[in-house]
């Protein structure tokens, strides 16, 4: 020690001040390097425990959970459907996660007096009254069976005036102060023919009940010829029209 002061002594003002920053210099890389590792564990940690799982999105899917392309609506006769004799379709809702709330939502163009209802579905078999057998479009195919359970659930139009119930003959709420034009679908003065402009139908809040995917049936009754508010339909005139239909689901965030 004796021997570096001695040194440190003999030399002059500007070599003993370069000898003084060499040391500073020296202390502050040896005081940071524990520092800087402390940090970079601390952060590390951090990262660890505040990463957050994205949520998946919902999928609307076939009956098995397959994919949408194998939820067919096309044979449908209308000779054969009534209100006491429908048909029903299988689909299933992809949540992703057993503590979901979401909402699905259904549109559909009137230019058939069709119904439509919706009931939460299970597996059943096929001696369940209404069961709706399925086919799987795997190598091996089998037939599934599904069984509405509950009372069907309560589709609460969006557009459409309340103080009318029936989709024929209604007045929908989305048309402008010319009660001719619906702005709120085609964003333009528009006056498409009433029976082609979208009804909008939603029930919320529907909780997963099989984690990860529920199952639902869509029920389609026909309420014939006599339509109330619906004179242009004759099932002799009109047995080539066509109605369009979406389903969606989204996640409840009420």
Request: charged fraction near 25%; aromatic fraction near 12%; glycine fraction near 4%.
């Amino acid at each position: 020690m004796n021997r570096i002061k001695e040194i440190f002594q003999n030399l002059n003002k500007m070599q003993k001040i370069q000898a003084i920053l060499a040391s500073i210099v020296s202390i502050l890389f040896l005081v940071e390097i524990p520092i800087y590792a402390w940090f970079a564990l601390s952060s590390n940690k951090a990262e660890t425990m505040t990463k957050i799982q994205e949520p998946k999105n919902l999928d609307i899917r076939a009956g098995n959970a397959e994919s949408i392309e194998y939820f067919d609506l096309n044979d449908i006769n209308i000779e054969e459907i009534t209100a006491d004799s429908p048909k029903r379709y299988v689909f299933c809702v992809v949540t992703g996660s057993n503590k979901t709330l979401y909402d699905i939502q259904i549109a559909h163009t009137t230019n058939i007096p069709f119904t439509y209802s919706l009931y939460r579905a299970v597996v059943g078999t096929a001696d369940d009254a209404g069961a709706v057998a399925y086919t799987t479009h795997d190598d091996n195919p089998q037939t599934i069976y599904y069984k509405s359970v509950g009372e069907k659930l309560k589709l609460n139009p969006l557009n459409a005036d309340d103080a009318n119930t029936s989709n024929y003959g209604r007045t929908l709420g989305i048309k402008d102060i010319d009660d001719k034009c619906y702005k709120l679908v085609y964003g333009t003065d528009d006056s498409p023919e009433l029976y082609a402009v979208p009804k909008y139908e939603q029930v919320t809040e529907l909780e997963t009940l099989d984690p990860y995917h529920d199952f639902y049936i869509l029920e389609l009754g026909f309420e014939g010829e006599d339509v109330d508010g619906f004179s242009q339909w004759n099932i002799n005139k009109n047995n080539k029209e066509t109605d369009i239909i979406y389903i969606t689901a989204s996640r409840t965030t009420r």
